[in-house]
């Protein structure tokens, strides 16, 4: 009976919490986040609070507000990679789409595919010198690093790129190169 009587006391406590604190904590996420997320960061602030009630400082608002914060932060940088993802599809399939006219579609996927599993300064070297034209000492002034550093980068984008193409894929049947 006396658990029962202690998490009814944790269940009330916490409607207390939620219904005071609330909308304080939405208002704070809907100016970081705009009104749309601050829903979903507020829910997770208080799932958290939940998960962590026994940590809960008072006044409660402060360490709400702590939390909500890295709850923000985490949402933020989702959504910025999230970004960074769509730029370097963009990107890449800008690059591919001006590649030559025979080359099949399969082919041009497959490269925009390697291309992206690529660090991104890997990347840059190897499409600056292969694609853009700019000889190794060129892309280094561009770069602001060492020739030897570009070559590097190439040197290191070129084997990443071989090892993706001699990985067997699920329809690859292992017999038929034999």
């Known amino acids: 009976m006396s658990n029962f009587l202690d998490v009814r006391h944790r269940e009330l406590a916490f409607e ?8 304080r904590i939405f ?31 008072e006044p409660p608002f402060a360490w709400l507000l702590g939390v909500a914060r890295n709850v923000v932060s985490n949402h933020v940088r989702t959504l910025q990679r999230g970004r960074r993802l769509d730029d370097r599809v963009r990107l890449l399939t800008a ?26 300064k890997e990347r840059e070297a190897l499409l600056l010198t292969a694609w853009d034209g700019l000889s190794t000492e060129e892309a280094a002034t ?25 990985v067997p894929t699920a329809d690859t049947d292992p017999q038929e190169d034999s």
């Open 142 to 166: 561009l770069l602001g690093i060492s020739p030897a550093a570009v070559r590097k980068r190439i040197s290191r984008a070129r084997a990443a790129i071989d090892v993706a193409e001699v």
């Open 95 to 120: 690059v591919t789409a001006h590649s030559a006219a025979h080359v099949d579609f399969h082919e041009r996927l497959e490269a925009v595919r390697r291309l992206a599993a690529l660090g991104e």
């Open 16 to 23: 207390r919490v939620w219904r005071d604190e609330m909308p």
């Open 27 to 57: 208002n704070y996420a809907a100016r970081h986040v705009g009104a749309s997320d601050a829903h979903d960061v507020t829910a997770e602030t208080f799932t958290v609070a939940w998960r962590r009630w026994d940590d809960i400082t």
